[in-house]
């Protein structure tokens, strides 16, 4: 089994709905948690950084994280044809980021 | 600033040569990372350096794999003699104290 778990879709939806990506995790000592966004044929790039549980919010993105249960999600509200990527959810023991283990990806496609 | 510059962007290689991979990480980072993508395994960190000595290099896959930090400003991953299950996407990444990690664009390998 492998230590992240992610949704694996792919996930297609209309321009303006609220989009939800999930990971499930078995590693306790994880107290990082992030989400990455991937264009296609582009390396990724950070969306959210949280630490511990509890919710994050930037505009239009909201990353909450539930340790109890091992759960983290990343919501997308008035989504957009740009929000168009692979979203990989990451996590850290420590705050070496560069050391995260990684989902394998959600692909969104976000229709006009 | 330019971000991350990997090079080549697009390699095709037969079976047994040897194959260098160049990364030019952001200037003033301190932390480089080697990352592997590939669709059955995901994004796995294969090496990292911190003032261009290396760290951690559990994930190299085997011996034929190397990676060398020469000075801030230059790194290499060298794979002698590569092989088909070689294909793959390797990012190169950098980042300073803190939590953003900035990927390059991917150098994508093909070994035929």
């Known amino acids: 089994q492998k230590e992240v778990e992610q949704d694996p879709g792919p996930l297609s939806v209309p321009e303006g709905a609220i989009v939800s990506l999930n990971c499930t995790y078995s590693?306790?000592?994880?107290?990082?948690f992030m989400w990455y966004r991937q264009y296609s044929r582009k390396g990724p790039e950070l969306l959210m950084y949280?630490?511990?549980?509890g919710n994050k919010e930037d505009g239009r993105f909201t990353a909450q994280v539930d340790k109890s249960s091992k759960y983290i999600s990343l919501f997308i509200r008035d989504s957009q044809p740009s929000d168009s990527a692979t979203y990989l959810c990451?996590?850290?023991?420590?705050?070496?980021?560069?050391?995260?283990?990684f989902g394998d990806g959600t692909t969104l496609t976000v229709k006009p | 600033d330019a971000g991350v510059i990997q090079s080549p962007r697009h390699e095709v290689t037969e079976m047994g040569q040897e194959v260098t991979l160049r990364c030019k990480p952001i200037?003033?980072?301190?932390?480089l990372f080697w990352y592997r993508q590939t669709m059955m395994r995901g994004l796995e960190l294969l090496i990292y350096?911190?003032?261009?000595?290396?760290?951690?290099d559990s994930g190299m896959p085997e011996d034929r794999f190397s990676a060398k930090m020469p000075n801030a400003s230059f790194s290499t991953l060298k794979i002698q003699p590569s092989e088909p299950r070689d294909s793959a996407v390797y990012f190169c990444?950098?980042?300073?104290?803190?939590?953003?990690?900035?990927f390059g664009e991917g150098s994508w390998l093909t070994v035929v």
């Open positions: 990451a996590m850290a023991r420590n705050t070496n980021a560069g050391k995260s283990t």
């Open positions: 200037s003033g980072h301190n932390s």
């Open positions: 949280t630490y511990s549980s």
């Open positions: 990444a950098s980042k300073q104290a803190g939590n953003t990690i900035y």
């Open positions: 590693n306790s000592a994880f107290q990082y």
């Open positions: 350096f911190n003032n261009n000595v290396p760290i951690d």
